[in-house]
């Protein structure tokens, strides 16, 4: 991470008179409480977390929801776009697996899953796919599987073991890859039917479903009780609300001289926080900040082409084009690669970007990724100049050039949002026996 640490005198004295200055007067969010939280048993939190690192829940039993979500990497995988299915390794040492490799790379980043228990997301993905409108649950899918799973959250879990790139496996490799490309999702031989099955023949399995969930011992386990579990698991493993930040919210200590600047600056003029806004640091809108686009894309249905829309893919709606969720900032500095194809490795240089995405969406180049050697085209949409004039035109916010030592002071205050607590861990073992990456 680019920081330039010698500060000139009378830099240094508007430091200690901002440091002087008190937090009170900048418009600061609410601290977090238990109350803002999903809560949940300790039996659910500790299925979850097995089923979160097991492998058996993806269609060849090689990969976990863990492989692109490990706290080693910030519950992300260190990649720009990564290696689920077809892959071997973790995080930025992921590399094709020589024996089946991959079709294609997963087309975004993988966000990072801190706070997600928090009741205020209302959105999730990157495109905001799944959602709640009013207290009503919007999917991709009609399916009576939604029914049945507790929330936002579990809602969100079910999806990546449907991915053939994530974690089903490419078509006729595996029962529930040939259920996915089916369409048959729930029900009898659905493909979350498969999983669930194979979940309850592990003899180790079923007893900790009964702690859980005591329903389970007179029906069937499904997959809505995985989904339950895993959101349970991530709610309370990687809450995070309790770094340097939390502790000026709640009037218990202050910052050091550099991350307070940085803090005057977020909540002032440089308006990072008027989409960065609330506890968590996002609004959860979408808005269109110029990423540069690579890899497979994503595209409505009915079109052909690499680019990825954003939430137009979900809306239809033109002024949603090339828009993507506004990402909290809790723990950014373990998150790297940044934006929602992973475009930026260092995050001075992306809070840059972010200052002037115009400016930067010229600059970029695509050795700034990380990205697994793979033989596919990652670069078509740079040649597309349709496409590239769209992203450009799409950006929402005025270019404002920041001098170095105010993007220092805000990467100090980013820092200061870290808590790494720990509750649970990597489990040593997972009842199935298979391996996984710890």
């Not at 058996?56 to 910030?74: E, I, R, W, Y």
């Not at 049945?148 to 053939?164: E, H, I, R």
């Not at 180790?204 to 339950?228: H, V």
């Not at 270019?399 to 220092?408: C, R, S």
């Amino acid at each position: 991470m680019h920081v330039n640490n010698r500060l000139s005198p009378v830099f240094a004295a508007a430091l200690c008179s901002i440091c002087a200055s008190f937090a009170w007067a900048l418009d600061l969010p609410a601290p977090a409480t238990d109350a803002d939280f999903l809560q949940a048993s300790p039996a659910e939190v500790a299925l979850g977390q097995l089923l979160f690192y097991d492998p058996v829940l993806s269609g060849n039993d090689n990969v976990s929801c863990s492989t692109c979500h490990h706290p080693k990497f910030g519950t992300s995988d260190g990649l720009s776009l990564g290696l689920g299915e077809g892959g071997v390794g973790l995080g930025p040492a992921r590399v094709l697996d020589p024996d089946n490799p991959p079709e294609h790379r997963v087309p975004r980043n993988a966000p990072a899953l801190y706070n997600l228990g928090a009741h205020e997301y209302t959105t999730m993905f990157h495109d905001g796919r799944v959602e709640l409108v009013d207290g009503v649950l919007h999917v991709p899918i009609e399916d009576p599987f939604f029914d049945q799973v507790n929330g936002l959250l579990a809602t969100q879990a079910a999806f990546p073991v449907l991915s053939p790139d994530e974690m089903a496996g490419q078509v006729n490799e595996n029962p529930i890859s040939k259920a996915v490309r089916k369409g048959r999702f729930s029900g009898e031989g659905g493909a979350w039917d498969l999983i669930a099955s194979k979940v309850a023949a592990i003899p180790a399995y079923p007893p900790l479903f009964w702690d859980a969930y005591p329903e389970t011992k007179t029906r069937d386990i499904r997959f809505a009780d995985i989904s339950n579990a895993i959101a349970a698991f991530i709610a309370v493993e990687f809450r995070a609300d309790n770094s340097p930040f939390d502790a000026v919210l709640r009037g218990e200590a202050a910052l050091d001289p550099l991350a307070a600047m940085g803090m005057e600056l977020f909540y002032g003029d440089a308006g990072c926080a008027s989409c960065h806004s609330g506890t968590f640091q996002t609004d959860h809108q979408f808005h269109a900040m110029g990423q540069p686009q690579f890899g497979p894309g994503k595209t409505l249905p009915f079109e052909q082409g690499l680019r990825d829309e954003g939430r137009y893919r979900v809306t239809g709606h033109t002024e949603d084009m090339y828009a993507f969720r506004t990402p909290s900032l809790r723990n950014v500095t373990l998150t790297a690669p940044y934006g929602h194809t992973g475009a930026y490795s260092d995050l001075w240089e992306f809070v840059t970007a972010h200052t002037m995405p115009l400016a930067a969406f010229d600059a970029w180049s695509p050795d700034m990724a990380v990205l697994p050697v793979m033989p596919v085209d990652d670069w078509a949409t740079l040649q597309d100049a349709d496409a590239q004039m769209g992203i450009v035109d799409a950006i929402s916010v005025e270019d404002m050039a920041l001098p170095a030592e105010h993007i220092d002071a805000l990467v100090a205050f980013l820092a200061a949002l870290t808590d790494e607590t720990t509750r649970l861990g990597v489990p040593e073992t997972v009842p199935s026996g298979l391996p996984f990456e710890r």
